[in-house]
C-alpha cells in the first residue's frame, strides 16, 4: 500500500477506534489491522477490515427502518423519531448511509478501498 495511502488509514482508523458510535467488533477489526500493519498479515488483515467496515455501515434505508422500529425505540429511546426524521432529511439532500461520527470515518476510508488492496 503506497505510504501516503497507509498513513491516511492508520489516522482515519484511530478516528474510528475513538468515535463513540463505533460498534465493538469495528473496534476489534480496526486494532487488529493497525496491529498488522507493516507485518507479514498486512494484507489478509486488511482484506478482512475492508469486509468488516463494509458490512457496519449504515445504509441510510436501513437507518430509516431501524430508528422506525420497535427495535430503534429501544436503541434510541425518545430521540427515534428525530433520528428517522434526521435520516430522511440527509437522504433527501443525497446521503447514502449514515452520518453517525463512526459510518462517516468508515465512509473516508472506504473511499480508499481499491487503494488500500493494491
Not at 86 to 106: F, L, S
Not at 107 to 117: Q, S, T, V
Request: hydrophobic share 45%.
Amino acid at each position: 500500500m503506497d505510504k501516503t495511502i497507509l498513513n491516511y488509514v492508520v489516522e482515519k482508523t484511530n478516528e474510528l477506534i475513538n468515535a463513540p458510535t463505533c460498534s465493538s467488533e469495528t473496534k476489534e477489526a480496526a486494532q487488529a489491522w493497525l496491529d498488522a500493519v507493516g507485518t507479514d498479515r498486512e494484507a489478509s488483515e486488511t482484506k478482512a477490515y475492508i469486509a468488516e467496515l463494509e458490512a457496519d455501515i449504515m445504509p441510510i434505508d436501513t437507518l430509516i427502518a431501524f430508528a422506525e422500529s420497535d427495535a430503534g425505540a429501544e436503541v434510541f429511546g425518545d430521540d427515534a423519531k428525530n433520528v428517522a426524521a434526521h435520516a430522511k432529511e440527509i437522504k433527501a439532500a443525497g446521503a447514502e448511509y449514515c452520518d453517525c461520527p463512526a459510518c462517516m470515518v468508515v465512509a473516508e476510508i472506504l473511499e480508499k478501498k481499491d487503494d488500500m488492496l493494491k
